[in-house]
Structures are given as structure tokens and as C-alpha cells.
């Protein structure tokens, strides 16, 4: 579906953020993989995340949906069953990379997962390589990329350091170790997403951390209960710099994630000189179990342009579209570098970010690992292609807002991967948008 975003004039309002869709995979993954039932309290319903209740229905775990709390019965460290099809992922690469830590320890079963056409373009050798080494039997296409056929087997505890940081491979290590026979670590080059270590930690595992490098011990059982899940700042994101560009914009944001693993944008946004007011999170020497949360009060400002560096991009690696859109607003430039990681997302983002913004006015050049914007001149508007990529639609949509003659986004829909209700919500906070589904 096509839809048109035409120049705002100042949002205003309050609204809560989805929930989180990291969390909301590993509650459901967790539960799944518990020994007593785990109450999901606001589980995100939106495809990517009913994808993982459907694959864990599939696995043998007993799953009910309250309106907005979901309850899993699980099926056990070692109890998967063999769904005799194949486990569709849909467009969710999270599921398919944190699964498959799980089921490579199901002894004498093999699982295979699939998904859409844009999963068959995402790399899974980077999980299938610490699987192997830990004993079980992986094949993908081409060596690479889904189907993977995975074999499970007695695991080995292994020290495994990731070439490039990223949260879903050490995830999937993790979660392996909890079945192998000694303790499993995972080091980084850059600290990334830790929900799944504060999660393994509720649920009463031995899991530290030491700078960069995460230790777990096997487990006999997870006890997990309860998961709140917190608003998704990645989501919220996109209402933040809808905020911050538009001017005359007040905004409230309530609930949202504040992890500090996860606010790397809110600091950029800072950074730049846009106002976003909350209690975000300051770096901890410890790992801590609870996931912290906080409103954010967003009002326009004047952007400045700013760098963001390797160190940075995991913290925030899927508002980066956000921060080339920030700089087409900024004065001077915004430069990011080694995210070469975007070229491997729901779609390659370096190229659908430059083009796509390019083709809207904006002043930008791509590089192997990043891009530069010079900024200042805002964006005059036209139409954009969200490439089938939930976050090039959003910010397609925000571009609209913050442009002078507004934005058609082709494929609007694919927002429903992670917020199905972000036209809704944009909508509420002023902005207005018309369907063109002919077109
Ligand atoms: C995610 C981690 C990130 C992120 C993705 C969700 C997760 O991927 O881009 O949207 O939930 O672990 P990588 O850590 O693999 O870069």
C-alpha cells in the first residue's frame, strides 16, 4: 500500500510506545524454553513477533493470547519437538538467529527454518559457525543464507569472539550454553543489545559480565514467571525525530525502554541539539535484570550535525535511517562509519537510506560502511521506496512531515513488521497522511 505524508505543522500529544520487539522475541523464546508457564505482560503483536509465537507453537510450547498479555507454556531446555515442516520465520531475523540456539541442542532432531524473500537474504553462517564448533550440524544455502537445516546434538561449553558486535549471534551462543557442558562466553568488539542476558538472569541463570566478554553457565531449567515488556525505543524513535524535526512540535512519549544498550539515537539526538527530555539509563559495570523505562518529552530544535562512530552503531543500529534523515535538517554534516552491518538488514539500508533520501532532495553520498549527509537544506519531498523494510517505510513517512511538498512511500504496510499502529499513532499526534492503494 502507497501513502502520501503531507508537510506537518506541529504535533502535539501523548501516546504510549509499542512494546519492544527484541523482548518481546526473547520473552516468547525464554517461555518456550522454561519449565513453568512465563506470563508476557503488552507482548508486541506485530508480524515479526507473532511469527516467534507461531514458531514456538510449532516446537511443541503451549502458547494463549489475553488481549495484551500472552502466556507460555513451555516445552523445556531439551524438550523441542520436531514440527516435521519447515519453521517459518516470516521477516523476522532475530527469530531466525536467537532459534537456533535453542534447537541445536534438541539431541537426535533436525528442525529447518525459513522464511520470506528478504530472510533468504540474510546471512546465517555468522550463527552457524559457534553452532558447529559447539557440536551440532548446520546447513544453509550456499553455506550462507536460509533454509538452515539444523541437527542438534550434545552441545560443548566453547569461548567463541564475534567478528563484528552483534546482539543476535550472542544471543544464539547464549542460549546454546545454557545446555552445554561447561560455561560458554561470548566476547564483542562493542557492546550491543544485552536483553537476553538480563533475561537469562531473571529467569535464575549464572550469566555475568566482564567488559565486552558475556560468561553463562548450563542451566538445569529456566524460571522466568513474569516479563513486563517495556515501549520499544527503536519504534519510538521514529516519533522522536518526527518531534524534533517538525517545528512547533511538543511531543510526550510514555513507556519507553531507556536500556542503555538501546538508547545510542536518544544521545545522538542530543547530541545534535534536539530536545528529548527522560531518565535514560547511565552505562553499568554490572549486568542488571530489569529492563528500566522512562517518558521522553521531545520538542523541535535546531539540528547541528554530528559523527557517530563504530563504537556507537550498535546502540543504535536500527535508528541510523533516522540519524541521515536528522542530518538532510542539520547544519554541517552527519557522518556515520563502520556500519557496514546495515547492508545486511530487512533490506540493504546504506543504499535504500542514500538513494532513498537522495531522491527526495536530499544532499547525501553512501560509503562501503556508512554514509555522509550535508545537511541544512531540509528536504524538499517526492516519493520513496521502503524496499519492503518496516524502518525505511517509517522514516519515509517522517521525511514527509519534516519535507516541504510531502512524501509517497511505496509500501507503506511493511510497517506491521514492528509497529502496525505507527500511521494511527502519527495521525494522532497531527500528522496526515491518504492512502493511495491504486496507485
Ligand atoms: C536485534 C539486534 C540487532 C538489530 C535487530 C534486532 C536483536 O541486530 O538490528 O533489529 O533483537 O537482537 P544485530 O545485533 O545482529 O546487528
Redesign the pocket.
Same mark, same amino acid.
Given at each position: 500500500m502507497n501513502m502520501r505524508f503531507a508537510p506537518a505543522r506541529g504535533l502535539s500529544g501523548e501516546l504510549r510506545a509499542p512494546a519492544d %520487539?527484541?523482548i518481546s522475541? #526473547?520473552a516468547a523464546l525464554l517461555g518456550a524454553m522454561a519449565s513453568e508457564p512465563v506470563r508476557i505482560e503488552r507482548y508486541l503483536r506485530a508480524a515479526d513477533t507473532l511469527s516467534t509465537l507461531a514458531a514456538v507453537r510449532a516446537l511443541g510450547a503451549l502458547v494463549e493470547q489475553h488481549g495484551e498479555h500472552v502466556l507460555v507454556r513451555g516445552a523445556g531446555l531439551r524438550g523441542a519437538s520436531e514440527p516435521g515442516e519447515p519453521i517459518d520465520v516470516g521477516n523476522a531475523?532475530?527469530l531466525l538467529?536467537?532459534l537456533p540456539g535453542w534447537l541445536a541442542a534438541q539431541e537426535g532432531c533436525t528442525f529447518t527454518l525459513d522464511g520470506d524473500e528478504s530472510i533468504r537474504r540474510r546471512p546465517v553462517d555468522r550463527i552457524a559457525e559457534p553452532l558447529r564448533r559447539m557440536g551440532a550440524e548446520l546447513h544453509a544455502r550456499d553455506g550462507r543464507f536460509p533454509p538452515l537445516r539444523i541437527d542438534g546434538a550434545r552441545l560443548r561449553a566453547i569461548s567463541y569472539e564475534l567478528e563484528v558486535? &552483534?546482539?543476535?549471534? %550472542? &544471543?544464539c551462543i547464549l542460549l546454546a550454553g545454557l545446555t552445554a557442558d561447561g560455561a560458554t562466553t561470548v566476547g564483542e568488539p562493542a557492546r &550491543? #543489545?544485552d536483553?537476553t542476558e538480563r533475561l537469562l538472569l531473571r529467569a535464575g541463570v549464572a550469566i555475568h559480565r566482564n567488559g565486552l566478554r558475556v560468561t553463562v553457565a548450563s542451566a538445569d531449567e529456566l524460571l522466568l514467571d513474569r516479563v513486563t515488556v517495556p515501549g520499544d525505543a &527503536?519504534s519510538a524513535a521514529f516519533l522522536v525525530a518526527a518531534g524534533v524535526l517538525v517545528p512547533g512540535s511538543r511531543l510526550v512519549i510514555r513507556d519507553v525502554g531507556v536500556n542503555w544498550t538501546r538508547t545510542g539515537f536518544l544521545r545522538i539526538v542530543r547530541r545534535m541539539r534536539g530536545i528529548v527530555l527522560g531518565d535514560l539509563e547511565a552505562e553499568l559495570g554490572e549486568l542488571e535484570a530489569d529492563e528500566p523505562v522512562s517518558d521522553l518529552d521531545v520538542a523541535h530544535g535546531a539540528l547541528e550535525g554530528t559523527t557517530v562512530g563504530a563504537e556507537e552503531v550498535?546502540l543504535a543500529?536500527?535508528e541510523l535511517p533516522l540519524v541521515a534523515l536528522l542530518g538532510c535538517f542539520a547544519e554541517g554534516e552527519t557522518v556515520v562509519r563502520g556500519a557496514q552491518?546495515l547492508r545486511v %538488514?530487512e533490506s540493504d539500508r546504506i543504499a535504500g537510506v542514500v538513494e532513498g533520501l537522495r531522491g527526495l532532495g536530499a544532499d547525501i553520498e553512501a560509503a562501503p560502511d556508512g554514509f555522509a549527509v550535508r545537511g541544512g537544506g531540509g528536504l524538499r519531498g517526492g516519493v520513496i521506496d521502503a524496499r519492503g523494510d518496516h524502518r525505511l517505510a517509517m522514516m519515509g513517512a517522517v521525511a514527509g512531515l519534516a519535507s516541504r511538498e510531502g512524501v509517497e512511500v511505496l509500501g507503506m504496510d511493511a510497517a506491521a513488521v514492528s509497529y502496525p499502529a505507527f500511521v494511527e499513532d502519527l495521525t494522532r499526534l497531527g500528522g496526515s497522511h491518504d492512502e493511495r492503494s491504486w496507485s
Open positions: %520487539k527484541s522475541h #526473547r531475523g532475530t538467529r536467537l558486535a &552483534s546482539a543476535q549471534v %550472542k &544471543s &550491543s #543489545r536483553h &527503536s550498535p543500529i536500527d552491518e %538488514k
